[in-house]
């Protein structure tokens, strides 16, 4: 992947901690020196609705929205939102996605049906995917609130043009002082996830 | 020695920071010494005044409503201080009235609205361009494409508002309030607050002054259309293809068109003519990209250039971006990824389930939705988190217009139907069309902002309306902020909080009470007792939204599955935490906080507290 020219789309649920996965790597590109754009969404799609956030880092970045076939990387929080996110990756690009799976309103009343195995069926595409049990691997550090944390481990291990000591000292910038230490653990726990995963391919 | 400490600090102070353009626009006012910022939350512009809460030397404060906090911010220019006020696009509308006057009478210190629009409608309820605002306001209008130019853009408005004594308005939208990006900030510059100076003849709008005004008014816009020459920037000249673009859309076209020459303009209003004329006899072919309405490009035709193109190409509804514009232009579609065919039928994106906002699960709304959409009653809405009231399951909303709206509304149909039922003799028209009763539902904070005038109305007018007031002991929507019932301020000081049932007697409500909307059984007696009175009425829905700190209702709540009968009542509140499990239900524990709200669905007595 190039440092240069590299746009991470984030896509999850409303309360997942999309925004803070988006600051944290907004910091990794200030320490890499890098131009750097980052999109939030904030108000309404807050509650509980689907939100994306776009990070754009290289040497000269106009607009901050990643738009469609743009995407080198979708972080994914929930199953069915990698899928939602597929327009913006590009051809060859890299979906890495929680398995967990978060029910929408319309499908909980019955409206609407939530596609089954996801993240399986995403494979075979054109493009690679990584999909893992962020959930339970923050749960076991220590809180189900590190799953943005988790994930960003992951996305840290397919980007070795950054240095792992830089999403570490960036880790320790965007995180609140005395939730520090579960989320140090929950970034390595991420990494080693990646790394057993091989090298990212499907 | 001195002057090196004070560059020593400075230096110090000096760094890049990755700031959301709100928070840009706080740091450009607070580094021009702004003295005094009043404003009403709201998507996309709440963090500049966020921001500036948590900044030395500048009194900030929430006010009830956008016409209040410009007014406020109107009086400290007035006084000498350098003054802002933050809204977004509607609340521009709310502060129209003093803005349009403020115009005729100038500024003392420089004052700033800084005015957040919403394309695509992200948070909002209508798509409305302000840029016309500032053209029929006759006020300057300067709109920043990023971060940098968000804290340069917010600096310059003071200058400029001091320097050509108007008010200035800084134009943002959600892509540039909500997008991060590096700004080398700097130090606050002490800027003394000028002096006050009696001037009746400016400051005290009559008709005789402010014709007088007028004059002044209309040769200040020509002063500033030469002074907008200054505010362009001119990319890649001498091109075949030209673009003037502005704003969010200067980034989009840096990237849709790389090799085209760009008139990238920073002041909207007023336009720049000679720029404009130049850069238009200097390509072949002219291009306006912008959002929303043609603003621009019906200006460049007003000059005379008839071969300009804009909305020809681009959508006048909703946000562009890169992708759309070339899509647009070049009619070609960037391709994209596409799911294969492992294990079963190829997945599309639509394939994707809708995922709209929801009341969260605690929230307090639920149990008067739930029992409104049981009662089935006619519901006249308003602005907030609750008007999620409008969606599946509750269903429970007729109407949302803005803020405020539900009362005045209300009182509208009730007159109607009155009207009606005299005309009618012996059939009830209300009956006919199968109306059990109207209620309006609105918020702590919106009722401040602009739902009192309504109660006053319908008690002065003999109406008999019942208001629910929904008090969840904040400003939900917008991100927690607080308001005049909370009892605290924008700083978190403690002060006198509005009482609402004492509000609602003093202007004349007799039937007043609060009600648990929790309790289903005493909420739902309540409205039906208040629908029936033949005065008016106010239920105060009284329970703090599940997100405020504080509100702890400890261990989620659990199906017991041996004793669930699979009825399915549980499902009818629209909590994302109850979900369906094969053939029955169950507790999602990440979502659920415990509220116990559906205890009282489950006549079998299911669903329990984890112990």
């Known amino acids: 992947m190039n440092a240069d020219n590299l746009n991470i789309l984030i896509i999850g649920v409303g309360g997942q901690g999309t925004l803070l996965a988006s600051r944290f790597l907004g910091d990794v590109a200030l320490r890499m020196g890098k131009d750097?754009?980052?999109?939030?969404?904030?108000?309404?799609?807050?509650?509980?609705?689907?939100?994306?956030?776009?990070?754009?880092?290289?040497?000269?970045?106009?607009?901050?929205?990643?738009?469609?076939?743009?995407?080198?990387?979708?972080?994914?929080?929930?199953?069915?939102?990698?899928?939602?996110?597929?327009?913006?990756?590009?051809?060859?690009?890299?979906?890495?996605?929680?398995?967990?799976?978060?029910?929408?309103?319309?499908?909980?009343?019955?409206?609407?049906?939530?596609?089954?195995?996801?993240?399986?069926?995403?494979?075979?595409?054109?493009?690679?995917?990584?999909?893992?049990?962020?959930?339970?691997?923050?749960?076991?550090?220590?809180?189900?609130?590190?799953?943005?944390?988790?994930?960003?481990?992951?996305?840290?291990?397919?980007?070795?043009?950054?240095?792992?000591?830089?999403?570490?000292?960036?880790?320790?910038?965007?995180?609140?002082?005395?939730?520090?230490?579960?989320?140090?653990?929950?970034?390595?726990?991420?990494?080693?996830?990646?790394?057993?995963?091989?090298?990212?391919?499907? | 020695m001195g002057n090196t400490d004070k560059m020593d600090n400075s230096d110090k102070a000096k760094a890049v920071k990755l700031l959301l353009g709100n928070e840009a626009v706080a740091q450009g006012a607070w580094e021009a010494g702004v003295h005094v910022v009043s404003s009403y939350p709201g998507t996309p512009s709440t963090e500049i005044t966020e921001t500036l809460a948590k900044l030395p030397g500048v009194y900030c404060e929430w006010s009830p409503n956008e016409k209040v906090s410009a007014e406020v911010a109107i009086g400290a220019a007035i006084d000498g201080a350098r003054a802002m006020c933050c809204m977004k696009h509607v609340g521009l509308n709310v502060a129209a009235d003093p803005l349009f006057t403020a115009a005729y009478a100038g500024v003392n210190g420089g004052l700033v609205f800084a005015v957040a629009d919403d394309p695509g409608l992200f948070s909002s309820q209508n798509d409305q361009d302000s840029r016309f605002y500032a053209l029929s306001a006759h006020v300057p209008m300067?709109?920043?494409?990023?971060?940098?130019?968000?804290?340069?853009?917010?600096?310059?408005?003071?200058?400029?508002?001091?320097?050509?004594?108007?008010?200035?308005?800084?134009?943002?939208?959600?892509?540039?309030?909500?997008?991060?990006?590096?700004?080398?900030?700097?130090?606050?510059?002490?800027?003394?607050?000028?002096?006050?100076?009696?001037?009746?003849?400016?400051?005290?709008?009559?008709?005789?002054?402010?014709?007088?005004?007028?004059?002044?008014?209309?040769?200040?816009?020509?002063?500033?259309?030469?002074?907008?020459?200054?505010?362009?920037?001119?990319?890649?000249?001498?091109?075949?293809?030209?673009?003037?673009?502005?704003?969010?859309?200067?980034?989009?076209?840096?990237?849709?068109?790389?090799?085209?020459?760009?008139?990238?303009?920073?002041?909207?209003?007023?336009?720049?003519?000679?720029?404009?004329?130049?850069?238009?006899?200097?390509?072949?072919?002219?291009?306006?990209?912008?959002?929303?309405?043609?603003?621009?490009?019906?200006?460049?035709?007003?000059?005379?250039?008839?071969?300009?193109?804009?909305?020809?190409?681009?959508?006048?509804?909703?946000?562009?971006?890169?992708?759309?514009?070339?899509?647009?232009?070049?009619?070609?579609?960037?391709?994209?990824?596409?799911?294969?065919?492992?294990?079963?039928?190829?997945?599309?994106?639509?394939?994707?389930?809708?995922?709209?906002?929801?009341?969260?699960?605690?929230?307090?709304?639920?149990?008067?939705?739930?029992?409104?959409?049981?009662?089935?009653?006619?519901?006249?809405?308003?602005?907030g988190c609750y008007t999620l009231g409008a969606a599946a399951p509750y269903k429970a909303m007729d109407a949302c217009i803005c803020m405020g709206a539900s009362i005045g509304m209300s009182h509208g149909m009730e007159k109607a139907e009155a009207v009606a039922k005299a005309e009618a003799g012996d059939t009830d028209p209300a009956a006919a069309d199968n109306i059990r009763g109207t209620v309006a539902v609105i918020g702590d904070s919106t009722f401040m902002h602009s739902g009192i005038t309504g109660l006053v109305n319908i008690v002065y007018n003999k109406g008999a309306s019942t208001v629910i007031i929904l008090d969840n002991s904040i400003t939900g929507m917008t991100g927690h902020q607080q308001n005049p019932t909370t009892g605290k301020t924008i700083r978190m000081e403690d002060t006198h909080p509005v009482d609402l049932v004492l509000l609602a007697r003093a202007v004349g409500v007799e039937r007043v009470r609060i009600v648990d909307p929790f309790d289903l059984k005493a909420f739902k007696e309540a409205v039906l007792e208040e629908i029936s009175a033949d005065e008016p009425s106010v239920i105060i829905a009284q329970r703090p939204c599940a997100l405020l700190k504080g509100v702890n209702y400890g261990k989620p709540v659990y199906i017991d599955t041996d004793v669930c009968r699979r009825c399915g009542a549980c499902m009818r509140l629209g909590c994302p935490a109850i979900v369906k499990k094969g053939d029955g239900y169950g507790i999602d524990r990440s979502l659920c906080v415990g509220c116990e709200f559906c205890t009282q669905m489950c006549r079998f007595g299911a669903i329990r507290k984890e112990s």
């Open chain 2, 142 to 383: 300067l709109e920043p494409s990023d971060s940098a130019e968000c804290f340069e853009f917010a600096q310059k408005a003071f200058e400029l508002s001091e320097k050509y004594d108007t008010p200035v308005i800084l134009r943002l939208t959600t892509r540039v309030s909500h997008s991060r990006s590096p700004v080398q900030t700097g130090a606050r510059r002490v800027v003394p607050k000028k002096p006050y100076v009696k001037d009746i003849s400016k400051y005290v709008m009559m008709p005789g002054m402010a014709k007088k005004r007028q004059a002044v008014v209309k040769e200040r816009d020509r002063v500033l259309t030469e002074v907008a020459d200054s505010w362009v920037r001119l990319v890649n000249p001498g091109r075949k293809l030209g673009i003037i673009t502005s704003g969010i859309c200067y980034q989009y076209v840096r990237e849709a068109f790389p090799d085209a020459s760009v008139l990238k303009l920073g002041m909207i209003y007023p336009l720049p003519e000679r720029a404009i004329k130049e850069f238009a006899a200097s390509v072949e072919e002219l291009l306006v990209v912008e959002e929303l309405e043609p603003y621009i490009e019906n200006f460049v035709r007003q000059l005379g250039i008839a071969y300009v193109e804009g909305k020809k190409y681009f959508t006048p509804l909703g946000e562009l971006g890169t992708e759309k514009i070339k899509n647009a232009y070049y009619g070609v579609s960037t391709p994209a990824a596409e799911a294969g065919e492992n294990g079963g039928e190829k997945l599309s994106v639509d394939d994707a389930p809708h995922r709209p906002p929801t009341l969260c699960p605690g929230c307090p709304h639920r149990g008067v939705f739930y029992t409104l959409s049981q009662l089935k009653l006619r519901v006249t809405g308003d602005i």
């Open chain 1, 36 to 202: 750097v754009k980052v999109s939030e969404v904030h108000g309404m799609s807050q509650r509980g609705g689907s939100v994306e956030t776009c990070v754009r880092i290289g040497s000269s970045i106009a607009s901050p929205i990643i738009d469609r076939g743009m995407a080198d990387v979708v972080l994914s929080f929930e199953s069915v939102e990698a899928l939602r996110a597929l327009g913006y990756l590009k051809p060859g690009g890299l979906v890495i996605t929680n398995t967990q799976e978060i029910l929408p309103m319309p499908v909980i009343s019955g409206a609407e049906k939530y596609p089954e195995r996801v993240p399986e069926r995403l494979a075979g595409g054109n493009f690679n995917v990584v999909s893992l049990d962020a959930l339970a691997a923050a749960e076991r550090c220590g809180s189900a609130k590190c799953v943005n944390v988790v994930l960003l481990g992951v996305l840290s291990a397919a980007i070795p043009e950054i240095p792992a000591e830089v999403w570490r000292a960036s880790l320790e910038s965007v995180v609140p002082a005395k939730l520090l230490e579960i989320n140090k653990k929950a970034f390595e726990a991420g990494r080693q996830m990646a790394n057993g995963k091989g090298q990212m391919a499907n």
